[in-house]
């Protein structure tokens, strides 16, 4: 009331000060108004952009399948263990709070020694030397927060009699930068383990069971080559959102199917919010996005003729053995079986880092599209073709002494000197007949007939694991630097030129089927993994025509007729292919390989082969590395795979594709 009294007296001054107050306490008043009533939507949207945390969640990975529904590849539930550091705050504080506790207590009795020492009190000044640094109190708490980690892991590793460890600096790493989210303790526990922690510990503030999945392989390394492997990558997928502050593990293919079709197999990962407070930690979650599984992939592959050509491969040649193995329908294109030795696990941690390191053995390569190889005599019959075409009399005969020479250069012949028309040569495999006729034929004739076959070129198959080969252009032959002795070595599948063992199988599939060169299918259709889903799967259609021979139906009815002796005939090179209730035309292959200095260092050895011959359905084509000949290393493991054949189809097996004749 003074006051009023006062200002009643008229007194400007007091008047003017009474006005400065009422018009500060009125901007204080619009201020407050401004910040809590205009302004408040905008704070709050800030507090919930600094109070949340987005997080990646990965979808499920999509099955591959073979082309009768086994499964190949798939997920698999994997408990873990994780400590949870929300759940941990309070015994980390009161930790914190004794280590401080004990400190301060030292620091009091180091305090008394010196006064005591110089006789009085300390001065202000004096006893800061004496106070933790803002870095010593962090540091504490770091050890008190350890302290507490460690204890709780001792328990568990006590309780599930597992030994456990937990890592100091992984851990402030993790307690720095992922705090939302739970420290990994056991990855993977079996069911024992999961049993003994619901009986003894579930419930236990800080450590709780995630359910993660996990991809497995249910037929091991077989068909591992093709299936490929996943890399770490928790990435974003275009049309995902980039911008997430936690990313839980995620993979990648790098090859293979996985690699090949990851896009489909990997699906779009989903979105979680997680609400933390001020400190950092979980408060509560919410599903933003949820994710969309990923697609199934169903292959052509038959898993009874992959398997039993692995077996074939490991019984007659052994696990190490380097060798390549393909299967394909002639009419469809479909790749029935491709195996590559030696094995991998397509479960990429698995193998031994020695092993797949290994400089001779190469175990990553995929041997039957992934390495050049001159072909030897199963180059033959693309010669015999050209020179048909040219009008070979295949009854016409060429005089083998057991060399030939072209120019100064001595090709020696392993076939038995005599007199050779094409079924003989065929069946003996000479050199100096096919030297002979093709360079009758012409060179140029020969690489137009291998460029129908399209030698030189990838075959297109999704597994990024294909190289082209290697075959002479026209305009190379045509060339100055062009030798006769270069045309000799064509002529007999050596020299300028390499191919892969799909190349080869399709271009014995053009033989079977009449002439037409055909994409190879690995990939049969995509679908959903939901099979209630309504949208439609995507198939791949089979039968695609790449190219056409344009060879008459005569010339390739005689080379049917030629190499169908070659298996049947006593003294075929290839008559250890031989099943009884099959008839098998093929050909026999071995292809030197030499070092600089001209001298031989291995062998490439080959059977290429089709069946039936009446009415040819399946293509089989082997390579192995380091073997014998063609007819007694590779022809035997060819029969092992025609052996599972007839038997499908004559059982009418689920997954045959046709009775034989």
Known sequence: ??????????????????????????????????????????????????????????????????RNGRVLAENQPEYNL???????RKQFDAAYGQALARVRAVQAQRIAAQEKKLGRSLTKVERRQFALTPEERERLREQARFQ??????????????????????TFDRAYDTRRALPYPLLVNLNSTQIARFEEQYSGTLGVNLDLQAVRIYPFGTTAGHLLGYLQRDDSSEQGEDASFSYRLPDYRGAVGIEGGFDAQLRGRAGAEAVLVNNLGYRQSATILTPSEPGHNVVLTLDMDLEQAAVQSLVQRRGADARAAVVVMDVRTGDLLAMVSSPAINPDYAANDPKYLNDPKLRPQINRATQENYAPGSIFKPVVALAALAAGLDPNATVNNPGYVYVGRRHITDLAPPGEYNLRRAIIHSSNTYFITIGMRAGIENVIRMGEKFHFGERTGIPTRQETAGIFPTLDQVQSAGWRDGDSANICFGQ?????????????????????????????????????????????????VVRDELGVPPRDLRILRDDMLAETEDPEG????????????????????????????????TWFASFAPYENPRYVVVVMVESGDYGGPTCAPIAHDIYEEILKKANTGAPGTLARTN
């Open 1 to 66: 009331m003074l006051i009023f009294d006062e200002l009643k007296k008229n007194n400007p001054q007091l008047r003017l000060v009474a006005m400065a107050l009422a018009a500060g306490l009125f901007i204080l008043l619009a201020g407050l108004w401004w910040v809590q009533i205009v302004s408040a939507r905008e704070y709050e949207s800030h507090l919930e952009t600094q109070s949340y945390r987005t997080v990646r969640i990965p979808a499920v990975r999509g099955k591959i399948l073979d």
């Open 82 to 88: 994780g400590l949870y550091l929300d759940d941990l």
């Open 148 to 169: 507490v980690a460690s204890g709780v892991v001792r328990r568990v590793s006590e309780r599930l009699d597992q030994p456990l460890a937990l890592n100091e600096a």
């Open 495 to 543: 020299g300028e030129m390499a191919v892969t063992p799909l190349q080869m199988a399709v271009a014995y599939a053009a033989i079977a089927n009449g002439g037409k060169v055909l994409w190879p299918r690995l990939v049969e259709r995509i679908e959903p993994q939901d099979p209630a889903s309504s949208e439609a799967p995507t198939v791949f259609p089979s039968g």
């Open 573 to 604: 090179t290839g008559h250890a292919a031989v099943v009884p209730g099959l008839r098998i035309c093929g050909k026999t292959g071995t292809a030197q390989v030499m070092n600089e200095h001209n001298q031989e260092i291995d062998r490439t």
